[in-house]
Nanobody, 127 residues
């Protein structure tokens, strides 16, 4: 049974940092990503990491570039999202997504490209 379990959400103040973690189990993946969804808004891409046996590639939404870092721990089978300099606009439910395929650059930001999703973790940034 495939499971993606997010953790690390919470309530923080603007300017603070937070680290989200997604623990994957049940099968192997080649692409994992974080999306977020604020109330009344569509789910939007945040960051993705794709990997092969010899390299990994990261991608970020423009809104988080320079503030967020996605990373992978292959030994623990986890993907983390380090979020720095948080803003109230970052408030959302954050979802981990994964796919067994090495998704192409044009697909990594599309929610529909991912086969598996976690339940989400709430991040609230107060001003």
């Amino acid at each position: 049974q495939v499971q993606l379990v997010e953790s690390g959400g919470g309530l923080v103040q603007a300017g603070d940092s937070l680290r989200l973690s997604c623990a994957a189990s049940g099968r192997t993946f080649a692409t994992m990503a974080w999306f977020r969804q604020a109330p009344g808004k569509e789910r939007e891409f945040v960051a993705a990491i794709r990997w092969t046996s010899i390299s990994s590639h990261t991608s970020y939404a423009d809104s988080v570039k320079g503030r967020f870092t996605i990373s992978r721990d292959s030994a623990k089978n986890t993907v983390d999202l380090q979020m720095n300099s948080l803003k109230p606009d970052d408030t959302a439910a954050y979802y981990c997504a994964a796919d067994p395929s090495f998704l192409s650059t044009i697909h990594i930001a599309r929610a529909g490209a991912y086969s598996y999703w976690g339940q989400g973790t709430q991040v609230t940034v107060s001003s």
